[in-house]
């Protein structure tokens, strides 16, 4: 019973490709959030919703769109994926805003090559 | 933006002995929370403490707001300690800013 999951878990692709990363939370939070972790570990934003609205874009590449159909989910679309995409991705999720607690997914590692 | 830095870095032990793991930030926040990253990737919440002091089984914090830091106590050290620990803060920004964490391993 995940609170927030993430699937795949792991996915490999080419590059050029374009792949999809999907999150669900079953938390009832109204803020998700989407970060990326590079080689170094280093945890960084890239986009938090809150009811299904756009919140913070952190200077992505376009070729990066979040989409959030309902509260309890933000997936994450990658067009032309490149070498330099590869990282882990981890969905997060908190109650309101980042005044609560967030709770992460598993994360979802993606090698591009 | 709020920088948050970590230290030490690296921290190595052996079983049974004790921590104390420092998180800096430099501007007032609403929130301040301890995660462990496991060796397998997983983040697993250890504490939600924007102020005052926690306890859980072996493991403490300790958040002093006015001053801008938090503390992190581990206690008997097991290997299955090991992991990064990260420090995150909020500032009412919606984003999480996280620490460059302290990389623990727990020699058996």
């Known amino acids: 019973d995940t609170a927030v999951s993430q699937t795949p878990k792991y996915l490999v692709t080419q590059m050029g490709n374009d792949k999809s990363i999907k999150c669900e939370q079953n938390?009832?939070?109204?803020?998700m959030y989407w970060y990326k972790q590079d080689s170094k570990k280093f945890l960084k934003i890239m986009f938090s919703?809150?009811?299904?609205?756009?919140?913070i874009n952190e200077t992505v590449p376009n070729r990066f769109s979040p989409k959030s159909p309902d509260k309890a989910h933000l997936n994450l679309h990658i067009n032309s994926l490149e070498l330099g995409d590869s990282a882990v991705y981890f969905c997060?999720?908190?109650?309101?805003?980042?005044?609560?607690?967030?709770?992460f997914g598993q994360g979802t590692r993606l090698t591009v090559v | 933006g709020i920088q948050v830095e970590q230290s030490p870095p690296d921290l190595i032990l052996q079983e049974g002995a004790n921590s104390t793991l420092r998180c800096n930030f430099s501007?007032?926040?609403?929130?301040l929370q301890w995660f462990h990253q496991n060796p397998w990737g997983q983040l697993i919440n250890l504490f939600y403490?924007?102020?005052g002091t926690k306890q859980n089984g072996r493991l403490s914090a300790t958040t002093v707001a006015t001053e801008r830091y938090s503390l992190l106590y581990i206690s008997s050290s097991q290997t299955t300690d090991s992991g990064v620990y990260f420090c995150?803060?909020?500032?009412?920004?919606?984003?999480?800013?996280f620490g460059t964490g302290t990389r623990l391993k727990v020699l058996a």
């Open positions: 501007d007032s926040v609403n929130n």
């Open positions: 995150a803060v909020a500032g009412g920004t919606y984003k999480y800013i």
């Open positions: 919703y809150n009811n299904k609205e756009l919140i």
């Open positions: 403490i924007p102020s």
């Open positions: 997060a999720s908190s109650l309101v805003g980042d005044y609560t607690e967030a709770f």
């Open positions: 938390l009832g939070h109204d803020t």
